[in-house]
T-cell receptor, first 114, second 111 residues
Framework: GAGVSQSPSNKVTEKGKDVELRCDPI?????LYWYRQRLGQGLEFLIY????????KSGLPSDRFSAERTGESVSTLTIQRTQQEDSAVYLC????????????FGSGTRLTVV | SQKIEQNSEALNIQEGKTATLTCNYT??????LQWYRQDPGRGPVFLLL?????KEKRKERLKVTFDTTLKQSLFHITASQPADSATYLC??????????FGKGTRLHILP
């Protein structure tokens, strides 16, 4: 597609429920990244995919967080048993050529855990 | 510990003047440094990338410098306009696998 698409744009969930966030990268971009941005804070790295493998999962906050990617296409970030501290905007980005032309970000999913 | 610091949370600049934003880092050896713009409710938008062996990069009214000895990058917007008001993020590219962001500087261009 023309840009990185994320869905849903907003999600309100009850504490303890599981949520799935979806990212459609730019066609042909081999690298895909997930970041989290809490209100008024900077971007926090979560996980990086090269193709469908994840060489760097170091940023995942806990084992409640997982992510997968199908080939060089869609990625899903899953948060199990959501907690209030999971409330944030989850941003996805994709890039080609190891990011030498920058990353293209989606508009994010705003997750609110109540 | 590793840190990326952007000089201030907010910066007010009069329209037409040059805005200068600072990014300092410690205990990193980035291959590249990037600058992004973020507007409220939107994802960051890539502006410029500068390599460790480059001193300066320009794009229209934007200029970025990168001093690996000082561990500092400066981001300049010349002839600033109210439409330049946004949060600007510095990001360090660690060997091409991921980039680490600073917290950003909110820039307000005053008409």
């Amino acid at each position: 597609g023309a840009g990185v698409s994320q869905s849903p744009s907003n999600k309100v969930t009850e504490k303890g429920k599981d949520v799935e966030l979806r990212c459609d990268p730019i066609s042909g971009h081999t690298a895909l990244y997930w970041y989290r941005q809490r209100l008024g804070q900077g971007l926090e790295f979560l996980i990086y995919f090269q193709g469908n493998s994840a060489p760097d999962k170091s940023g995942l906050p806990s084992d409640r967080f997982s992510a997968e990617r199908t080939g060089e296409s869609v990625s899903t970030l899953t948060i199990q048993r959501t907690q209030q501290e999971d409330s944030a905007v989850y941003l996805c980005a994709s890039s080609s050529s190891k990011g030498l032309y920058g990353y293209t970000f989606g508009s994010g999913t705003r997750l609110t855990v109540v | 510990s590793q840190k990326i610091e952007q000089n201030s949370e907010a910066l007010n600049i009069q329209e037409g003047k040059t805005a200068t934003l600072t990014c300092n880092y410690t205990n990193y050896s980035p291959a590249y440094l990037q600058w992004y713009r973020q507007d409220p409710g939107r994802g960051p938008v890539f502006l410029l990338l500068i390599r460790e062996n480059e001193k300066e990069k320009r794009k229209e009214r934007l200029k970025v410098t990168f001093d690996t000895t000082l561990k500092q990058s400066l981001f300049h917007i010349t002839a600033s306009q109210p439409a330049d008001s946004a949060t600007y993020l510095c990001a360090l590219d660690l060997s091409g696998d991921k980039i680490i962001f600073g917290k950003g500087t909110r820039l307000h261009i005053l008409p």
